[in-house]
């Protein structure tokens, strides 16, 4: 399902994965995708809505967010077929779905195996079970792509 949707954004909304360093299976990625799951949807969005969505998820410095407005209104798209496009976009918005429900069910699985965990005698003895890292709380300084 990830390789589905980060294949699919690369055909036709590219500018997202490029925006959003790459990891489709952050909230903030994902939350992004559901908003605008196509190029078209993106250059109709307010200045404002995407400043404020990219200051929610840990954007401070006001000279990245207005490069990546200015790179949002200045980028082309790859195309404009409503043939490609429309059932594209429609598409994204499943994937999306299920990867969010996904994320929900692994967030439980993790919860259930840390419990069971915390009272098994060879967690104690051997330390604690490895987490999934969480989305970076602030994007990276470089364009370098970082995972989640």
Not at 26 to 53: D, N
Request: aromatic fraction near 6%; charged fraction near 30%.
């Amino acid at each position: 399902m990830v390789l589905k949707l980060t294949s699919l954004l690369k055909s036709f909304y590219p500018l997202a994965l490029d925006l959003l360093m790459g990891d489709v299976t952050c909230e903030r990625t994902l939350e992004w995708l559901k908003r605008r799951p196509s190029h078209q949807k993106l250059k109709r969005a307010r200045s404002g809505s995407l400043r404020r969505f990219l200051q929610k998820h840990g954007y401070r410095n006001q000279d990245q967010i207005d490069g990546i407005i200015e790179r949002v209104r200045d980028a082309n798209t790859l195309t404009n077929d409503a043939a490609f496009v429309d059932p594209s976009a429609l598409y994204v918005e499943a994937l999306v779905a299920q990867t969010g429900q996904l994320n929900k069910h692994i967030a439980e699985f993790q919860q259930q195996i840390r419990l069971v965990m915390s009272k098994h005698e060879d967690t104690v003895s051997r330390g604690r079970i490895p987490r999934r890292a969480p989305c970076p709380e602030r994007p990276p300084s470089s364009r370098s792509a970082e995972t989640c």
